[in-house]
Each structure stands twice: as C-alpha cells, then as structure tokens.
C-alpha cells in the first residue's frame, strides 16, 4: 500500500469516528431531556394529586360541618326528630300546632279523624257507665272558620287578651282534626263531675288535657279543662304519667314570632 492509500485510509477512520462521538453526545442529550422531562412530569403529577387531596379533606369537611348543622337544626331540645312535611310540622312522628308551629291555610281533614272519633266514642261510653254525660261541642275548624272567630275575639278583648284564649289562624289545634272541645266550653266545666272524671281517665282512651292548669306560660293559653288532643293510649299515658305538657315532653316552643 503507498503512502497515498494509506492516507485516505487514516482520514476515513478519524471521520467516522468523529461522527460517531456526534451521534453519541446527541444521544446522551436526548435521554438528558427526556429524563428531565419525566421528572417534571412526576414532580407535576404529585403536586395535582396533593392538591386534589386537599380539596377531597376540604370537601369531606364542608359536608361534614353541614350535617351536623342540619342534624342539631333537627331536633328539639331533648333530642326528638322534627320534620316538615307539606308544611305540617311533626316531633317524632307527632303533628304538632301551637303558637310556634302551624299549619298550611288548605290543610284540613274536614271533620275530625275517624281514629279520634272512635276513642271518644269508647271514652263515652265508659263515662256514661259512671252516670256522666260528655259530648263534643266543637270538633274540626278550617282555617277560615278559625280566622273569623280569631277576629271577632279581638275586636271584642284585644289581641293581647285573644291570644291567651283563642289561636291565631292556622296555629289551632282545630284544624288538624285531632282534637275537640267538650260540653259547655268555658271554665264552669271545670267544676263538674265529667271534667274531674276526664283528668283521671283521659288518657285511658287515648287522650290529654291539651292546655292543664299552671301551664299557662309554657303552652300558652289558659287552662282549658274541655280541650282534649288524641295521642293514642300508649303516648297519652306517658304524657299523663309525666305530669308536662306536650311542649315540655317533647323540649319545643309555643311562642308566637311576633
């Protein structure tokens, strides 16, 4: 081989070599990169998933919070559940009408409940058998009826004396068909024999002097010895045996708002 061959030969090696250091550095820039850019994804990929767990304990938080909220708005002061439904108010599955709640202008059985009906039927019966004479005087009263007779109470006393003896319309028990006044309806029913027989066996037949006597305060009206409210035997009982009022066994209100 001359020198001249010999030559060439020598330039082609150091050329390819030369390329191959190229194609190597190239090659050691584009992992460089890439793993770069990976770790900026990974780095990417845990801060999102951080925050999205941040939001997830927030978000649990919130709906916690809210929860307890809406339970503790949810129950009375001793602990019974209250719900509205259709706008009627009941306390452990109890309607309840007072000065605190009250009843939708439309709602109305029309007369007074066939369950109530037939306890103060039995109820009857058994004070007959005693020589006693109940019977019911005012039973079931639509929200106008009540309104009229509102009205004209407190065109005759004034609003402040009506309203210890007379519902506002849509806060009387009247309306609900689950209760009813009996025989003369005024406080010299008190003093009969009926009145006395009724506060020891009322709730026998299911049911409780609605407004009892020193109560005035806590149920606010005064004491109506012929206003009777059906509970069934079994509540009426307790209720009776406890000695309170519906407002004071169940922790609840009887205020009006204004």
Known sequence: ??????ACALGLIVAAS??????????????????QE???VAAN???ASSTAANVLQNTTQT????????QAGNVT????????????????????VNKTYSLPAGYGPGKILDEVQAAFNQMQQAAAREGLNIYISSGFRSYNTQNALYNRYVSQDGQAKADTYSARPGHSEHQSGWCFDLNTIDDSFSLTPESAWLEK???????????????EAITGYQYESWHLRYLGVDLATKIYQSGLTMEEYYGITSQYAD
């Open 1 to 6: 081989m001359n020198k001249k061959m010999i």
């Open 18 to 35: 030369v390329a191959g250091c190229g194609q190597e550095e190239q090659t050691a820039q584009v992992v460089q990169n890439t793993t």
């Open 38 to 40: 990976q770790q900026a």
């Open 45 to 47: 990929a845990t801060v």
């Open 63 to 70: 709906e916690t919070q809210t929860q307890v909220t809406t």
């Open 77 to 96: 002061s001793k602990g019974y559940k209250i719900e509205e439904i259709d706008g009627i108010t009941y306390v452990d599955g109890v309607l309840i």
């Open 201 to 215: 066996h009322a709730q026998e037949y299911g049911f409780i002097i609605r407004y009892p006597k020193g109560k």
